[in-house]
């Protein structure tokens, strides 16, 4: 099982980016995805999720309203639409899917439940 987060660079701020996420070796398209951020010296933070049908997404308040989750199950592929980027938005981005407990707005963004990290995409973006 892989998934590769790609479409990060470097991106002023006010800018946007789109990521992708694909996943080979195993199809998805029953589990909720969800993409994380890591900043240089912090640790792992949820940024958004989106449930299997796509029909209801979740996000961090620090992203809401500048980002959108979106998925394609058929091509087995999330993406990650960010706007109005701001240089707190620096960090490496992954995606991966929940495969434990319940789909709940508190449990969407729990890391621990989320499984087969792969590697993820930096974003950069400067003042």
């Known amino acids: 099982v892989q998934l590769q987060a790609s479409g990060g660079g470097l991106v002023q701020a006010g800018g946007s980016l789109r990521l992708s996420c694909a996943a080979s070796g195993r199809t998805f398209s029953s589990y909720a995805m969800g993409w994380f951020r890591q900043a240089p010296g912090k640790e792992r933070e949820f940024v958004a999720a989106?449930?299997?049908?796509?029909?209801?997404?979740y996000y961090a308040e620090a992203v809401k309203g500048r980002f959108t989750i979106s998925r394609d199950n058929a091509k087995n592929t999330v993406y990650l639409q960010m706007n109005s980027l701001k240089p707190e938005d620096t960090a490496v981005y992954f995606c991966?899917?929940?495969?434990?407990?319940?789909?709940?707005?508190?449990?969407?963004?729990?890391?621990?439940?989320?499984?087969?990290w792969g590697q993820g995409t930096l974003v950069t973006v400067s003042s």
């Open positions: 991966a899917p929940k495969t434990r407990g319940i789909t709940t707005a508190q449990t969407m963004g729990i890391i621990a439940n989320y499984d087969y």
């Open positions: 989106i449930i299997w049908s796509g029909t209801s997404t």
